[in-house]
């Protein structure tokens, strides 16, 4: 297909889809003859991968390269979520604080394994520093319990991945999973203190005129 | 003290106090005499919040500014983490684009409640939609579970106010808890898909010239 007719079917406008050849995330299409060029539906794909990746998760452009070279190149699976993870910075990763030697011991506490050696163990740390320093420390049951549903939410990222049996579907789901289950995540989080919130702490039932009415009827 | 002190006491510079000044987080300090003013503990505190908020979290300076309008207010209990959460907006939540109706069902079946109203429902759903985009559609197995995660994240939340008494330390836990709160889950999940993933892939040993050797040694 033409440039125009890939615009059209991916809602992509021709200067954005010339601005990702030129950063180098999509591949240039065919040339058959000058200035024209033909595109397949690898193209398609990538580009909903590039804006599923910008718009949905927030990735930055420097993101998605890093994402779709390693996409392009294979990914081991053991490091199939490190390798998106590298490219999807976390917020607070760029802190120049030292943490704490008692928080960092306090997050070794609840992980295991290789995941003792992991770039996210100080950033967790420093988290931690932050509550203490404003007056609010946690207590080790909070941790435990957020170190627990992040074990869940880990097997089933892997679980997800491991129902694909073609590779390159198995890097796309690692790659998408990790920015997009922070979205999803966050999401279904704020969603569930709300209903744990009004769980705890009903709010008053809204007056109403014909209250004993109400029992007495229906 | 003179806000000299207060800056060498918090390691905030002068500038930026007296920007937060300007800004409305922070009360001005006492005035005691033309250009001399004198600030207390409330400073100190209110400092090391605006910048836990800030360094610790990446919230904006506006989002600061209703975190502490919310405080200075004070929040219903039901609503602790609502507050903070409308101060915080999520990642995704400025898409432009609506939900499909399939994503939106199944987000809501695995909510409750309230959360039904939820403003971060269509948030959640949107990022479903992304994952079909791509051409990796999630299951509702590793919906549920998220949603189970999420589920246990929000009691740790409440649990954790529960075991303040006093309104401002319950007020302080749920916005310092919501915008850090992610940062600590998002660390977490990372480590524990590195854990996952070697426990399900396991790396090959490291080669070792003396490996018949450590077996029967120590």
Known sequence: MRISELSRST?????????????????PGESDGPNRS??????????RLIRGLIEGAGVSIAGVKR???????????NDSFGVAQAAVPLAGSDAPVEPSPDAMERVLAVVEGIGRHHPAIPIAARALDTFAVVGEPLSEAWL????????????ADFDELEQRSDAVDQARIAAVGTALG?????SLRRIA???????????????SS?????ETSS
Chains 1, 2 share one sequence.
């Open 144 to 155: 435990a319990r957020y170190a627990e549903a992040a074990a869940i939410v880990a097997r």
């Open 11 to 27: 809602g992509v406008s021709i200067a954005s889809i010339k601005y990702y050849i030129r950063e180098g995330v999509l591949a």
């Open 38 to 47: 033909s595109y397949g539906d690898a193209h398609v794909a990538r580009l």
């Open 193 to 207: 203190q709300a209903t744990e919130g009004e769980r705890r702490f009903p709010s008053p039932p809204a007056p």
């Open 210 to 214: 014909s209250s004993s009415d109400s």
């Open 182 to 186: 922070d979205v999803v995540f966050q």
């Open 67 to 77: 994402i779709v070279a390693a996409l392009d190149e294979g990914i081991p699976l």
